[in-house]
């Protein structure tokens, strides 16, 4: 679970609600303690907070922490859930699920979770298309954004927006259904959006780091797809620099592979047949790499899926 500094939060929220410290401030505070307020100079308390998010049109039922509700163990279940998704295993996600539902609190961010969940397993299993689970994803985004389009794509969506943990994963899903439905623009501009709201500072650095390496990996394949191979390989060294070094494991599989297979493609691109061996060596040692750490995690769909690569690039299997 993600935290957040209230006054960023309040800062970047008001830039995004075009108000000036002047209007936001009127009738609550004076313009210069919402300034301290704004630079993290002075303890906000909760009423106040609450006041000005209301201002903005942003309840404080934002900051309510998912699947906390009304029993505590419901972190477990939430726990085994977020582990079977990351391993595409969405028969066990499900019944984790039933567990979930039927003791999750009402608060709205909880609510936003199962709608959010429900559409992807849905989606997932082939139960919804497309459309179907992006027009979910919207109805769950409106829950605590009603105007979010404004800022994805609308008159606002140069605005750095200070969207909190749930509502990137949210945003996050809408990404890869775009990456599904080939339309590779609007997916690279979604992750792109992310990244730059969550270079922000507003969220404590593990929470947005974790994230943010997740969306790097994500990045880089529609411009791997593009054949944007160069930046996409820079995406995904910076996430997985970023992942070695703070000992972030959960993405490693995927930044690998990302690493991997762009390095791949532009080995096959080089004159120097010197260059090009040593690259695709290092490409098939990368690919074994992330295999054996898909092993040790028993994720048995990217295990799978590198052995296709393997066996597709360097006739080899593990």
Excluded at 4 to 28: F, H, P, W
Aim: glycine share 6%; proline share 1%.
């Amino acid at each position: 679970m993600a935290d957040y500094r209230a006054g960023d939060v309040i800062r970047l929220t008001r830039n995004a609600a075009g108000m000036t410290q002047e209007e936001l401030s009127d009738g609550i505070c004076s313009v210069e303690t919402l300034s301290r307020i704004e630079n993290n100079r002075h303890k906000i308390k909760r009423e106040t907070y609450r006041q000005l998010m209301e201002k903005m049109g942003r309840g404080v039922h934002d900051n309510c922490a998912v699947c906390m509700g009304k029993d505590m163990s419901l972190l477990d279940e939430y726990s085994l859930l977020e582990d079977a998704l990351a391993k595409r295993d969405y028969h066990a996600a499900e019944r984790y699920l039933v567990r979930i539902r039927d003791k999750i609190s009402d608060f709205v961010v909880d609510r936003q979770y199962l709608k959010r969940i429900e559409s992807l397993l849905d989606y997932a299993m082939g139960r919804i298309e497309a459309q179907e689970h992006m027009r979910r994803l919207g109805e769950a985004m409106e829950m605590t954004i009603p105007d979010y389009t404004c800022y994805l794509w609308g008159d606002k969506r140069d605005i750095v927006y200070p969207y909190r943990e749930q509502e990137i994963l949210i945003l996050m899903e809408i990404g890869n259904t775009y990456y599904d439905m080939r339309e590779l623009d609007k997916t690279i501009w979604v992750y792109e959006m992310i990244i730059r709201s969550l270079d922000a500072g507003y969220m404590d650095v593990k929470s947005a780091e974790e994230l943010k390496l997740i969306n790097l990996a994500n990045l880089s394949g529609p411009l791997n797809k593009l054949g944007r191979y160069e930046e996409a390989l820079e995406k995904a060294r910076e996430g997985l620099e970023m992942a070695v070094s703070r000992g972030y494991a959960h993405a490693l599989v995927e930044l690998l592979m990302q690493v991997a297979g762009n390095k791949l493609k532009l080995a096959k691109m080089m004159e120097d047949s010197k260059v090009r061996k040593q690259e695709l060596e290092e490409s098939n040692r990368m690919m074994r790499q992330a295999y054996y750490i898909a092993a040790a995690r028993k994720d048995k769909y990217n295990q799978k899926l590198i052995n296709e690569n393997l066996k597709y690039h360097f006739g080899e299997e593990m």
